[in-house]
């Protein structure tokens, strides 16, 4: 099997998957996807055990999809997400969706990375501080896409309702991003045998401050070439979106910034500068809606992924049972990350009843942390990292999401 058979088996379960979602389960994306997700992998496992010669799983694993993850499936969703975020539609609830996007995933890195290290370290399990803060970081990333469709569900105060789906799109973007700098500074210090402070500030700079002006320069070109061409030539419109996302990949790699910063920097100008009162200005609508159904069909495709992958990870009981820790660290980081700077908040400015409680048991994760685990080529403790991300992510999706609905009731958020 080639890499396309691959992509295309992924492609084909992908789309059965949610068509069988949409007319039969009728759950939530992210949820239904993760039910066929698992039973995929039953099957899959079965099949194996009696056909050893056509073990998909085994065929998968073959082939590195790092470069394909992080080059195109990670730019592409992080940009989707970032050109959905509309700075003016947030109002008056900009400063706290910023401060808790930005303050809350430093929070809730650092509680997971301490916990987790820790917990190993009692439990056996080798894994190095730096691996404990990049899945820290990869895993505090929520899914916009879960999140909003399921508030879409309630009727609720429209701060609240800014709140959660405002936090939830700038969230994914600064947890991946962080994550993949802390890859980089890792491997700055393999590859100069130490980690100095000033090595550690440079590579900073250079990836975070780097990508800001690369995505600047890219976005302000494509703002200016898209006032340019007239909404209704759809084709153009896309096609000069897509070669900034995949040109834009190609300049981060030539002057060693982060790539991911590059997209996210390009998504927030075209997002915001590129719409007007009406939702479409320089760029048009179909635009918009072309880039929320790649960011779907990506999602659903690394469920169905990373289904396969488990398959051929080592069946270890104390990785599993790290994982099992790591969704509890996580639900407990969340709530810190949220409860600090709404606390601190609240001083000057009046939140809901049940913010807190909404906001951490909502936190749903989806596609970005499995991209990210599965692109960490040559990295110590991979193997961990990805069995921990599944079991955070099921664990997650299934049990918080099948019980929000619960929640955001007790907090008198009714079914609209």
Known sequence: ??????????????????FINTF????????????????LSLLVFIFGLLFPEFHLAEQIKKYDFADVLYRFVLSVMLFAGALNVDFKKLGDQLIPVLVLSFFGVIISTVVIATLIYFTAGFIGVSLSYIAALVFGALISSTDPVAIT???QRFRMSNELETKISGEALLNGGIAIVLALVLVNIYREGIANDSLSLSSTAWVLTRDLAGGVVAGLVFGWIGYKLLQYIDNDDVEVEVLVTLALVMGGSYVADLFSVSSMMVAVT???????????????SAVGAYVYRFWQLMEDTLAAMLFVLIGFEMLVIPLRLDYFSLGFFAVNFALFARWISVFIPIRLMSRKRSFDSGTITVLSWGALRGGLPVAVSLSLTDFPGQELIVTMTYVVVVCTVLYQGLTLTSVMKLYGANVR
């Open 24 to 39: 039969y389960l009728k759950l939530p994306s992210s949820i239904g996807l993760t039910i066929l997700a698992l039973i």
């Open 149 to 151: 469709k399921t508030i």
């Open 266 to 280: 390009t998504g927030l100008i075209l997002g915001n500068f590129g719409r007007d009162e009406l939702g479409e």
């Open 1 to 18: 099997m080639s890499i396309f058979d691959i992509i295309a088996v992924l492609i084909f379960f992908s789309g059965v998957f949610l």
